[in-house]
């Protein structure tokens, strides 16, 4: 689970890896875990136009030293599959040559955000088919979308169990990426590291928390890879100074 590093610490290279949920054609509910199709615009046009490389997680096995890796790395990703990434946030993907990967919670693929009590639709297999896998690298987001922090093993077990089948059943390309629910997983003691190994023996590659820092890659622990919380209130300089420096600015 914990990357042996080949890289100099000195000359490990960032890789910032952004954070988006739902997002919505309506400017005036930008806020909070959504975001404006204006504001998500602003941001993917200055990655483009700021010499950004985006790069889906498989990609991240090919890079054997840093000189491989490429100088402004970024890794995008968007929880929960809403219906609206399809319609707002793929086809700007697309229009700025940008990667993302999405992260599926099972359970309810072709119904509505029921863990938060809500009525936005979620992504069906079939459209969920629909992405090309050259923009869109699909993940792991749970089965029931719960927190890992506060289920047992067994549970977590069962869990990946229903993950799989439903990948296999429904023949998806499901890459071995998990965006931990609400970025609740166990943080101490054995609790964690029998975590940690049932990520190992179900072949998770990386596990993704929140944490808001900026990452150097080979990341220190693979099931602790950090993702920046971009809010749909934040100004594009806001976003700049996350990309680069994390919240630890604030």
């Not at 050259?134 to 229903?162: A, C, M, P, R, V």
């Amino acid at each position: 689970m914990y990357f042996v590093t080949r890289f100099n610490i000195n000359l490990m290279p960032k890789l910032p890896i952004l954070m988006y949920h739902s997002v919505t054609a309506n400017a005036n509910k930008s806020k909070g875990l959504t975001i404006s199709i204006e504001n998500l615009e602003t941001q993917f046009k200055f990655l483009k136009e700021n010499g950004y490389t985006s790069l889906h997680f498989n990609d991240l096995q090919s890079f054997k030293t840093p000189e491989d890796f490429p100088k402004k790395a970024v890794i995008i990703t968007f929880d929960d599959v809403y219906v609206n990434q399809l319609e707002h946030a793929y086809p700007l993907l697309q229009k700025y040559e940008l990667k993302a990967c999405f992260y599926i919670p099972f359970q309810y693929v072709g119904g509505v955000n029921e863990w938060d009590k809500g009525k936005e639709p979620i992504m069906s297999v079939e459209q969920l088919k629909s992405m090309d896998s050259k923009t869109i690298e699909l993940g792991l987001h749970s089965f029931e979308h719960k927190k890992y922090s506060e289920l047992s093993i067994e549970t977590i077990q069962e869990d990946f169990n229903k993950c799989k089948a439903f990948s296999f059943e429904n023949k998806l390309n499901v890459n071995n990426v998990l965006a931990y629910p609400y970025g609740k997983y166990p943080k101490k003691g054995k609790t964690q590291l029998d975590f940690f190994k049932a990520l190992n023996e179900n072949k998770i590659a990386y596990g993704l928390r929140i944490g808001n820092r900026v990452n150097k890659f080979p990341f220190k622990n693979n099931y602790e890879v950090q993702r920046l919380d971009i809010k749909g209130e934040d100004t594009l300089k806001i976003f700049e100074r996350k990309l680069k420096k994390g919240k630890s600015w604030f």
